[in-house]
């Protein structure tokens, strides 16, 4: 039966299908969907880890169990998952594992712009990159069997244009394999110094064999021109590709060129590269990001186009790859072929906090205050956003925390009664405990405010440790913040609700002031949550406003000005009242609805 299906939903039916029974994962734009679309089969057993590192570290457990697991994360996750990661590639494997890694090129919801095929490299672990729908499905049961047949992690690389994109998938039944069982190995899954030399030469021995199997592989394809496909020099061109570029190469140039398709970026073939090189005039290697094949392609004393007339920044597109490769497949004088094209201007959209988001008030404090406030990863970094501006450093899950203590102890002072850091309940359960234990043990005299809004909100409301549901939205373990912060030895903990400017300002002043180190808990869940209920929109009595602005210092999307007056969106507006707090005149409290 064939199904349209998105690149995460049918990578989710791959892992049904392949028989994976265990799933750990921590949300990350574009991977989420994968494991909440995992979810929804009652036969795997999936959950939100505190963060990648505790994930794959689950599946490896799952893995020595005798099952085939599966982890999820984005590009930067596996940054912190790079710790087991590299060690599981000298353990190898019981059961199958797969690691799903997708990357962002373009940065749409990400803080860098790294290619993953880096730590496939470095770690010496296989890598699958899907360029579609039905590749994701088909490479995850792929995945498996390599997994299992070379003793070792598999990586399997989304992007964004294919994890967020549908195409045609082809399902059938799940079949679990039997289950393998445990055998106690100290050689092999103890890596302590001694274990580990002897793991390592089984690890170069695997990546030779791999390659080997690379050569014929499936994952990896030609697909030649027609006969008479040459340009206007008589050349015939080669373009060697992967991933979502496959698709825009085939769609700007169809059967005019010949492809090299590549589905197994690491590691790479070198006859399949050699003998497809032999049958082209010009080659040209289309990649994003970093030029991994082409540097490939070269040490193989291949002579190819590549980041010579394509960026190294940014997502590619087809109109991109038309325009940038038109003169080597038609000639120089040739036109480039436009394939999309918008006739009318799209809109900006840029990112703004939500109307009636808790983290509005609190960043309009520390603005108000003339605070430094060193940032976390979330949507509350749209803090950093106009009119609020109201932050100063972002890094990376957790850093705000660990940063703080290092700029409070650095400046002596200097910085007193000035910096906090702001970080998401979430971001704090994943990786904001130590650096919040270092401040405890070391004493800076440092404030941290937790933005507790009950959900994961910048990755589409998942669980987390402090809200008390599973992924299934089942009752779970909750951890409690306050008790948490107290154990770790802060004597100063505190909770407001960020709706009352008066009291946040208070408690924000307050602490800043205290010669020890503290935390603030800003407590309110998220304005988009479904059993959140919202007071009526509030509206302007035009009467009272003066037109003095002060409500516009919030940002909020649902205040505007109209001939000289506040205005506000009653199809946005919450009623959370935080601009009638500012509002000198009264203009916003109890008046009668606007006329429209």
């Known amino acids: 039966m064939k199904e349209l299906m998105l690149g995460n939903k049918a990578f989710a039916r791959g892992l049904y299908e392949a028989g994976c029974c265990f799933v750990s994962s921590y949300p ?31 599946a490896f457990g799952a893995s020595l169990a005798g099952v085939r697991s599966y982890c999820g994360m984005k590009h930067v996750g596996l940054n912190v998952a790079a710790d087991p990661l590299y060690t599981m590639s000298y353990t190898g494997v019981n059961g199958g594992v797969i690691i799903c890694v997708a990357d962002d090129a373009g940065m749409h919801s990400s803080q ?59 399902v059938s039944d799940r079949v679990v394999p039997a289950k393998k069982g445990y055998e106690k190995n100290i050689p092999k899954n103890v890596m302590m110094p001694g274990n580990a030399i002897k793991r390592h030469p089984f690890v170069e021995e695997r990546t030779e064999k791999l390659r080997q199997w690379s050569e014929n592989a499936s994952v990896n394809r030609i697909e030649w021109a027609k006969d008479s496909a040459r340009n206007a020099d008589g050349k015939t061109v080669g373009i060697i590709t992967c991933s979502t570029t496959y698709q825009y190469v085939k769609e700007a140039f169809g059967e005019a060129v010949s492809v090299c398709k590549i589905g197994m970026v690491n590691p790479l073939p070198k006859d399949l590269i050699l003998d497809f090189a032999k049958k082209c005039d010009i080659l040209i290697v289309a990649e994003e990001l970093d030029p991994i094949i082409e540097n490939h392609c070269k040490a193989l004393g291949l002579n190819v186009h590549g980041k010579d007339i394509l960026p190294i920044c940014g997502e590619f597109s087809q109109n991109l790859i038309a325009k940038a490769l038109s003169p080597f497949v038609y000639g120089k004088e040739s036109d480039p072929v436009e394939i999309v094209k918008v006739e009318d201007q799209i809109p900006m959209r840029p990112p703004v906090m939500c109307a009636g988001c808790p983290h509005r008030g609190l960043f309009y404090t520390l603005s108000k205050n003339k605070c430094t406030v060193l940032g976390d990863i979330g949507c509350y970094t749209l803090g950093a956003v106009a009119p609020l501006s109201a932050m100063d450093m972002t890094l990376c899950m957790g850093a705000s925390i660990s940063a703080i203590h290092g700029f409070n102890i650095a400046g002596e002072g200097e910085h007193e009664n000035k910096t906090v850091a702001v970080i998401g309940d979430s971001t704090f ?12 043990y070391n004493q800076s005299d440092s404030t941290v405010i937790i933005l507790d809004n009950s959900i994961t909100g910048m990755t589409g409301h998942q669980q987390n440790p402090t809200t008390g549901y599973n992924i299934k939205g089942d009752p779970a373990g909750k951890i409690d913040l306050e008790a948490l912060c107290r154990s770790m030895g802060f004597h100063r903990v505190r909770v407001v609700d960020p709706y009352d400017l008066k009291a946040t300002d208070a408690a924000v002043k307050e602490e ?9 808990i800003s407590r309110r869940p998220c304005a988009l949550l479904k059993y959140v209920k919202h007071n009526p929109p509030l509206c302007v009595d035009k009467e009272k406003c003066v037109g003095c602005k002060s409500c516009m210092k919030l940002g909020c999307p649902a205040i505007s000005m109209k001939d000289g007056k506040a205005h506000i969106d009653e199809t946005l507006c919450v009623g959370c009242g935080i601009c009638s707090q500012l509002c000198p005149t009264g203009a916003f409290a109890g008046c009668k609805k606007e006329e429209a």
């Open 28 to 58: 990350g734009t574009p991977s989420t969907e994968v494991t909440e679309e995992a979810a929804k089969y009652d036969e795997i057993y999936c959950e939100w880890a505190p963060n990648e590192k505790v994930a794959m570290e689950a």
């Open 112 to 170: 860098n712009e790294q290619d993953s095929r880096h730590h496939a490299i470095a770690s010496k672990v296989p890598m699958l990159e899907p360029s579609d729908s039905a590749e994701a499905l088909e490479f995850v049961k792929t995945g498996y069997e390599l997994s299992e047949q070379f003793d070792t992690p598999v990586i399997i690389k989304m992007c964004t244009r294919v994890s967020h994109s549908q195409s045609v998938v082809e």
């Open 429 to 440: 359960m994943h990786s904001g405990m130590t650096g919040l234990a270092n401040i405890a």
């Open 512 to 520: 800043l002031a205290a010669k020890e180190p503290s935390v603030i």
